[in-house]
């Protein structure tokens, strides 16, 4: 019976290691695994005090751990154009910094530094509390911009948001133009995802392209309203920008800027490309880690 027992403990023991290294397998597996990550954009556009046409971008790319949000990152492209065509582009208000001026005129904290303290709030909430944010105390306290404009497309972006693995940090950036001819601005957002080897693991591409207060959709949200296909197209922009998207994940920068030299995009892909690939550039300098 005594050797019976010893038998049967040895046997529960190893079960019991067994059963142990299982569990602790488990958050090595989980570890750097899948979250959620969206972009989301919101326009306005108006007539200006100087008589100019202005367009104001703000975008926000927020990475969720469940319902939470794990990091956000908002800003402004702020740009306007004068009635003869002419204008000076601007950086956006993150970018511009102390030069965006709003100390000059009697504010506590800059812009940038403003929706920093927004962006840190954010951090640890769900959508529900964070579409309160107006009402609290410590927002408040610290944010005197008006930011119904930054809830919105947070709550876009967190709409948009699609799984992914890997995620070890985000850039989320944007440029502008006008045109030369007629009144419009144009302003492109990109927001790329990157695993902890440089390989993107997300992209999300999209053009504001504005001259009018009454128009106010950026180029995916039109869809078939852009009308690339009604000029001879075979895709429309949405569609082409989903080719190009989808043809980044699993690839390095430097493989990016090769995208002219791909057969497999350039056959699907008919826009210009270059300045994506630049905006991507621009996204890796300015990524962000996911902590």
């Known amino acids: ?39 989301g954009i919101v326009v306005a556009a108006k007539d200006n005090q100087a008589g100019e046409f202005e367009s104001n971008v703000t975008y926000a790319t927020v990475v969720l751990d469940g319902d939470k949000v794990k990091q956000v990152q908002i800003d402004t492209n702020q740009n306007s154009q004068a009635k003869d065509f002419t204008a000076t582009i601007k950086e956006s208000k993150k970018v511009l910094g102390a030069a965006y001026g709003m100390k000059e005129k009697g504010s506590k904290l800059e812009w940038n530094e403003q929706i920093a303290e927004l962006e840190k709030w954010m951090v640890g909430k769900d959508l529900a509390e964070i579409k309160k944010a107006g009402d609290n105390a410590d927002v408040k306290s610290s944010v005197s911009i008006n930011i119904d404009g ?36 144009d302003t492109t957002v990109t927001a790329v995802g990157f695993d902890k080897d440089g390989k993107v693991v997300y992209t999300f591409i999209d053009q504001a392209q504005i001259s009018s207060p009454d128009e106010l959709r950026t180029k995916l949200e039109k869809k078939e309203d852009y009308g690339m296909k009604a000029k001879g197209s075979k895709l429309e922009w949405f569609e082409q920008i989903a080719k190009f998207n989808e043809w980044t994940i699993g690839k390095d920068l430097k493989a990016i800027q090769g995208v002219n030299e791909d057969k497999d995009v350039t056959a699907t892909v008919s826009i210009n490309k270059d300045g994506f690939v630049k905006g991507i550039e621009a996204a890796e300098k300015a990524a962000v880690e996911v902590k």
């Open 150 to 185: 930054y809830i919105a497309s947070v709550e876009k972006a967190i709409a948009n948001a699609k799984e992914v693995k890997g995620l070890a940090k985000v850039g989320s950036v944007s440029s502008a133009s006008v045109a030369k001819d007629k009144v419009e601005i």
């Open 1 to 39: 019976m005594k050797k019976l027992f010893a038998v049967l403990l040895v046997g529960m023991l190893v079960l019991t290691g067994c059963g142990k290294k299982e569990d602790t397998k488990k958050p090595e597996e989980n570890a750097g695994g899948a979250l959620k990550i969206g972009t």
